[in-house]
């Protein structure tokens, strides 16, 4: 039996859910009103999920989020809430809720969160239960990691989580900089999950300007708008019955927000100057190298839009965390274009892998690739030598030996300045290519050319 604990001052609430819950014949309901008695019960009794409203006399649902997270109580928390209070949620989510619904409450969505809240709860303990079980030989679905080079324990931890996510058909939300890995992970959900034998359609939200995306996503209808001159399919219906991958989600509009909510929540959409209805089945895994938190905040992201994305979340690791894989990805990187360009460079030199060491990598994974990828071109020996690696990486990392003179270290917007003013001399100022080594949109690159005052 799943025991949930209910607590909220309204009576009437409570006996609607009490009643509703237990016609399910699976869960073991207990109700508080007096919201003072929540910390007591809490550290007596074992839940598994606490249903907690957050506006109550005395006590109130965010006291009582702060003494579960003190006295790190194992049990998942669901809001549920009567007020739509942004500061509110973004407080209730850094303290671990695991969703915020707003009253009242659609009956078949609560449970549906109640069962999604049980079984990522099972997930977590059964990586808790084995701490040590680290290694790759110890993954089920080995070869669909086998784009991803990497010998650190944490990112093969991720695989593990990856492994069980990938089984159920919930969307997730992977957390990472930009470089970092995000889309081989989704890759790698779509390989192991039920629609395998799918498409797996990977889309830049940030590479479209938002006038254009609504069109591909959702496509079209002849004489939409000038130029529509006949029926064009978007993202969704190319991904049906697959995997739809929305990289940079955190830049999309707020009106296709809305758009893509309803996806997710009514499984159809409407192309573009249609009236008609297009159900599609679609699972969505969304990227973000944005704080989804701080979006909220601001209001250029929707809260309900992130709970619906965020049932699974998946952090990867930045490059510079993960010291070890920096030599392992060197030399498959060495190899790699070697073989591409046709040149015999059998090893990478000392004084260059000391560089790589000593330099945090902004662009991660995709900046080591291209700094090698350059370095090969003009590379005329058989080793790799630091005089053929790029101006920008030489001139950038030679600063982060400055830190151990005494020299304060520049502010993270003086780093990303002077990184892209390097990045942008070794194109020739070609933004397009700029953008692909920094691994953002060219969109997000203007706007940051225009911030620092870089033209």
């Not at 990392?397 to 780093?415: A, C, H, M, Q, R």
């Not at 100022?429 to 203007?446: G, Q, W």
Request: charged share 30%; aromatic share 10%; net charge neutral.
């Amino acid at each position: 039996m799943i025991k949930i604990l209910l607590i909220d001052d309204n009576q009437a609430v409570l006996n609607f859910l009490r009643i509703f819950l237990l016609q399910k014949e699976k869960y073991e309901i207990t109700t508080l009103q007096d919201s003072s008695k929540a910390f007591d019960l809490l550290d007596k009794e074992k839940f598994d999920v606490l249903l907690l409203d957050m506006d109550m006399p005395e006590v109130t649902g965010l006291d009582i989020l702060k003494h579960i997270k003190l006295k790190k109580i194992d049990l998942v928390t669901i809001v549920l809430t009567g007020v739509e209070d942004i500061d509110l949620a973004i407080s209730a989510m850094k303290l671990g809720t695991f969703d915020y619904m707003l009253k009242p409450i659609e009956e078949n969505k609560l449970i549906e969160t109640i069962e999604t809240a049980i079984r990522q709860k099972e997930i977590v303990k059964s990586e808790i239960e084995s701490p040590g079980k680290f290694k790759l030989d110890d993954l089920t679905y080995k070869d669909a990691f086998k784009n991803i080079i990497t010998c650190d324990e944490k990112i093969i931890r991720i695989f593990q989580f990856v492994e069980k996510f990938a089984q159920t058909d919930n969307s997730v939300l992977i957390w990472g900089e930009s470089g970092s890995g995000k889309e081989l992970i989704a890759e790698a959900i779509h390989k192991i999950s039920s629609r395998r034998d799918k498409k797996f359609v990977a889309v830049n939200a940030g590479a479209f300007a938002q006038e254009l995306f609504s069109s591909e996503f959702f496509g079209y209808e002849k004489g939409a708008f000038t130029g529509a001159s006949h029926d064009k399919s978007g993202f969704l219906e190319e991904a049906n019955g697959g995997t739809l991958f929305l990289d940079e989600i955190g830049e999309l509009s707020l009106p296709i927000q809305v758009k893509l909510l309803r996806v997710l929540q009514e499984e159809e959409f409407y192309r573009l100057g249609s009236t008609k209805n297009i159900k599609v089945d679609v699972r969505i895994i969304a990227a973000t190298n944005k704080n989804l938190f701080e979006e909220i905040k601001k209001g250029s992201f929707r809260k309900d839009l992130f709970f619906r994305l965020n049932i699974n979340s998946i952090y990867v690791p930045p490059l510079r965390e993960r010291k070890g894989d920096i030599e392992l990805l060197s030399g498959y990187f060495l190899k790699k274009f070697s073989a591409k360009y046709n040149k015999s460079i059998e090893k990478i030199s000392e004084p260059v892998l000391n560089c790589f060491r000593s330099y945090p990598f902004p662009g991660n994974v995709r900046e080591l690739m291209n700094i090698i990828n350059s370095a090969i071109i003009v590379e005329t020996t058989n080793e790799l030598r630091k005089k053929s690696l790029p101006n920008y990486f030489l001139s950038t990392n030679g600063s982060y030996k400055e830190f151990d003179e005494g020299i304060i270290p520049p502010t993270l917007n003086e780093v990303e300045k002077q990184h892209i003013k390097k990045v942008l001399e070794f194109t020739n100022n070609n933004k397009t290519k700029a953008a692909e080594i920094l691994d953002i949109s060219r969109v997000n690159l203007i706007a940051k050319i225009k911030k620092y005052e870089l033209e």
